[in-house]
């Protein structure tokens, strides 16, 4: 098996990224009961190799550069295995104390690695998409007590609605977490951001004002280090003072970017971050982790707790301990302290400090090629690892408002390049523009899929103007 | 590695399942902060030996007995390293094709399993709180269409609120899931179970039909098949006719139970449920795959879809394929269908059908050695492979109504059995009492390890015994 998957690593940098592959194509192919005798490990191997790898999006290949990049470092890999051996489940203390206990040092950890305050404490959730509910949850709790007996109903003022404030580059978990927790989508006061996507601090501030007067009900801030678009930063310490001044929970998602608060140099960009009462960050994107491993620090635990927390007779223990499972919605937790454990430990924290920079080097040498070719253009300032541009279409020079066609060729030229299969990039809107996104964060991305991606759009792009001459009218 | 777990599987019987050890041991001996550079493996190896197996429950041991076991059969492990190594996101369906295909399929196995019509599909998830919450929020939409925009309060009558029925033997991760939604504990009406623990049909009826009179807004009924203290079986067949009456959404938590229902000799128990809105059962439990992973199947998949989902432009594909993403919260999803491919394709339908035969004898056997000795009763009906017991206490003959000495005295009995680290028992509370609690589901599980159960509980009362002679006043 180990062989199998050294194997798999070795020819992963030949493997398109993305399959070439329709709906159906795997399934048809998948008997559609169970077995009923048992096959060989040989069988299963052979249809891994047939069925499966070939149907994949490869996460780990090193031109992976879309989204952001979730990459399992081998460290990573071998805890999973071996946590997948002891199986422990750290819902109580007492179902897993070393689980329970390892997972509180690892958080610890992290927050000393980026540098938060000794008074954040924390756990490890799935995702960014739970953290950030558990924070809404303790946020709808803090301002409106009692909700978790009574419902939000007996709290909803007759003139008022509860209020969630996000820039409109915030990442759609928050929408989501909205949807779930009973608030509505209606409850998002989309707070405009500026020219370099990051929001207005003045506009929340008036909206929050605003909203006092006329008796809405200010549940959570949500301020983004990192969007997803474009990595963009929100002015983290104007948040927070605004957030202080009207005695808002301030949620800081830093899903993506909350590794690089481990260089000194970026520390300008986390400003104000401490002063939040909920953080999320997911060392499954940008720390090497393997899938899934997000961190959520808070400042107060009992908030967090209390707002979520039952405990029923058949789960209590008498121990005066920290049960995990009080941090969050569901009750089964795997091991996933042992991954963090094993990546900190192997590599070292300086050498996770060195991928980082090495990283942001990788992108910013990309946007420089981009703004050096008259085929492109920058969309978005580059932040951290992210570059935003969009090709200008040849015949668009003298057409530059025409953005449909803009965005139709850029649609193509995404597509080309991520057909053929050497690298794999995203898209985002901007004002309504289309727009394509380098992002990189892979433990395994190497200079050469970097400069491979920009030769590949170079390509694809002489290959769509060849196809399609501009149409001079 | 793959020697390390060979290696402790082997020491794992000999191994005390629970570990002596007090809050904070283990966090004492791990440093505060990452280390700079890098370590061997070997020192990880050793650390892991030296202080984090000593400090686990093992939860693969074949003395676990408590709670509802998980246990992690050896394809399941395979395919969890595998699944590291390969790291994909299937969020997307284009994120992950073959690994989002063989999740439909995987649930479709278990769907033939477990002899549930096609109307079902559905999708996995980590626990059945994730998967019931998820079908909440389903239930929460149809009941009060529009909640997911304008949140819960425009929805919610002056006279009447939202109302969540469930009998006074569910499984907390209700109570949870109806806080996160913002309906609160308060909406919760808890129906009467019989004297063998299962819902009453009658109550329930009765209490809709009132709630419904009084501009109640009933959600959701949730009928339990296989609840957590006592395994018992909640009238499925007379619930699904009530909701079908009252067009109330029907949810049947089956995350223990539900594979039972592959055993024909055990469908009538299941009767009914093939009527239910949703399902879950988790065949992290009783079917041999390592936490997390958990079945959540419903019959309109829309109405699951359109509750929560919301799909951002830098996640929109333009395939015509369905994304995971949109069938519960968390964005980002792990390649768990993996192991249930291993997991099936190694064994096979009829080993595992067998595994669950074998349990259930096992439990019955050890319900009549229960019955069959005077110093101790049964608690309650054994069921399926979960069995409800206390020790008789000594003095007890003649003061059978003092509950709490007879509660304290079960007290102190499971924790010497415990203790002693051989086997690991749980407890519940049935009416008042402190009741032992064993539960059979391991794929490790030996019939000696039930009957080394059994006679720690012998030893432990005689010891109990020795050490206080009943007073005689």
């Given at each position: 098996?180990?062989?199998?998957?050294?194997?798999?690593?070795?020819?992963?940098?030949?493997?398109?990224?993305?399959?070439?592959?329709?709906?159906?194509?795997?399934l048809?192919?998948?008997?559609?009961?169970?077995?009923?005798?048992?096959?060989?490990?040989?069988?299963?191997?052979?249809?891994?190799?047939?069925?499966?790898?070939?149907?994949?999006?490869?996460?780990?290949?090193?031109?992976f550069?879309?989204?952001?990049?979730s990459?399992?470092?081998?460290?990573?890999?071998?805890?999973?295995?071996?946590?997948?051996?002891?199986?422990?489940?750290?819902?109580?203390?007492?179902?897993?104390?070393?689980?329970?206990?390892?997972?509180?040092?690892?958080v610890?950890?992290?927050?000393?690695?980026?540098?938060?305050?000794?008074?954040?404490?924390?756990?490890?959730?799935?995702?960014?998409?739970?953290?950030?509910?558990?924070?809404?949850?303790?946020?709808?709790?803090?301002?409106?007590?009692?909700?978790?007996?009574?419902?939000?109903?007996?709290?909803?003022?007759?003139?008022?609605?509860?209020?969630?404030?996000?820039?409109?580059?915030?990442?759609?978990?928050?929408?989501?977490?909205?949807?779930?927790?009973?608030?509505?989508?209606?409850?998002?006061?989309?707070?405009?951001?500026?020219?370099?996507?990051?929001?207005?601090?003045?506009?929340?501030?008036?909206?929050?004002?605003?909203?006092?007067?006329?008796?809405?009900?200010?549940?959570?801030?949500?301020?983004?280090?990192?969007t997803?678009?474009?990595?963009?930063?929100?002015?983290?310490?104007?948040?927070?003072?605004?957030?202080?001044?009207?005695?808002?929970?301030?949620?800081?998602?830093?899903?993506?970017?909350?590794?690089?608060?481990?260089?000194?140099?970026?520390?300008p960009?986390?400003d104000?971050?401490?002063?939040?009462?909920?953080?999320?960050?997911?060392?499954?994107?940008?720390?090497?982790?393997?899938i899934?491993?997000?961190?959520?620090?808070?400042?107060?635990?009992?908030?967090?707790?209390?707002?979520?927390?039952?405990?029923?007779?058949y789960?209590e223990?008498?121990?005066?301990?920290?049960?995990?499972?009080?941090?969050?919605?569901?009750?089964?937790r795997?091991?996933?302290?042992l991954?963090?454990?094993f990546l900190?430990?192997?590599?070292?924290?300086?050498?996770?400090?060195?991928?980082?920079?090495?990283?942001?080097?990788?992108?910013?040498?990309?946007?420089?090629?981009?703004?050096?070719?008259?085929?492109?253009?920058?969309?978005?300032?580059?932040?951290?690892?992210?570059?935003?541009?969009?090709?200008?279409?040849?015949?668009?020079?003298?057409?530059?408002?025409?953005?449909?066609?803009?965005?139709?060729?850029?649609?193509?030229?995404?597509?080309?390049?991520?057909?053929?299969?050497?690298v794999?990039?995203s898209?985002?809107?901007?004002?309504?523009?289309?727009?394509?996104?380098?992002?990189?964060?892979?433990?395994?991305?190497?200079?050469e899929?970097?400069?491979?991606?920009?030769?590949?759009?170079?390509?694809a792009?002489e290959?769509?103007?060849?196809?399609?001459?501009?149409?001079?009218?």
């Amino acid at each position: 098996m180990a062989e199998w998957i050294a194997d798999y690593r070795e020819r992963l940098p030949s493997l398109p990224v993305l399959p070439d592959i329709a709906p159906g194509d795997v399934l048809s192919k998948l008997p559609e009961s169970a077995p009923e005798g048992p096959e060989p490990l040989e069988a299963l191997l052979e249809d891994l190799d047939r069925l499966i790898v070939p149907g994949l999006t490869h996460w780990n290949h090193p031109g992976f550069l879309a989204y952001f990049s979730s990459s399992s470092s081998d460290p990573g890999v071998l805890a999973e295995f071996i946590a997948a051996a002891l199986n422990v489940n750290a819902m109580l203390w007492k179902t897993a104390p070393a689980a329970a206990e390892l997972e509180t040092r690892m958080v610890e950890w992290i927050r000393r690695f980026t540098g938060l305050p000794s008074e954040f404490e924390g756990v490890l959730q799935d995702t960014a998409s739970s953290s950030s509910f558990t924070a809404l949850l303790a946020a709808r709790e803090r301002a409106l007590p009692g909700t978790r007996e009574q419902g939000l109903r007996p709290r909803w003022n007759a003139e008022g609605r509860p209020r969630v404030y996000q820039s409109d580059q915030a990442h759609s978990s928050i929408d989501k977490a909205v949807i779930a927790a009973g608030i509505g989508l209606e409850g998002i006061r989309r707070i405009s951001s500026d020219p370099q996507f990051r929001m207005d601090p003045e506009a929340l501030r008036r909206q929050l004002s605003a909203d006092r007067e006329a008796g809405e009900l200010p549940v959570m801030i949500c301020a983004t280090i990192g969007t997803t678009s474009t990595a963009s930063v929100d002015p983290v310490a104007e948040i927070a003072a605004i957030s202080a001044e009207h005695g808002v929970w301030l949620h800081v998602d830093a899903a993506y970017a909350g590794p690089a608060a481990s260089l000194p140099e970026l520390r300008p960009l986390f400003d104000g971050w401490e002063r939040a009462d909920s953080i999320v960050l997911n060392p499954h994107k940008w720390l090497s982790t393997p899938i899934d491993c997000s961190v959520l620090l808070f400042r107060d635990s009992e908030a967090v707790r209390s707002s979520l927390s039952s405990t029923p007779a058949y789960l209590e223990t008498g121990v005066e301990a920290r049960n995990l499972m009080d941090y969050g919605l569901p009750l089964g937790r795997r091991f996933r302290a042992l991954k963090l454990w094993f990546l900190f430990r192997r590599q070292g924290a300086e050498a996770l400090r060195d991928m980082l920079r090495s990283h942001i080097a990788l992108a910013m040498e990309f946007a420089d090629r981009i703004r050096a070719d008259d085929r492109f253009e920058l969309a978005a300032p580059p932040s951290l690892s992210t570059v935003c541009f969009a090709a200008v279409p040849p015949a668009a020079a003298g057409e530059r408002d025409d953005t449909e066609a803009r965005n139709s060729w850029n649609r193509r030229l995404l597509d080309m390049v991520n057909r053929r299969g050497r690298v794999f990039l995203s898209h985002t809107e901007l004002s309504g523009r289309f727009v394509l996104r380098l992002a990189v964060g892979s433990a395994w991305v190497r200079a050469e899929d970097i400069e491979a991606a920009f030769q590949e759009l170079i390509a694809a792009y002489e290959s769509l103007r060849a196809d399609e001459p501009p149409t001079t009218e």
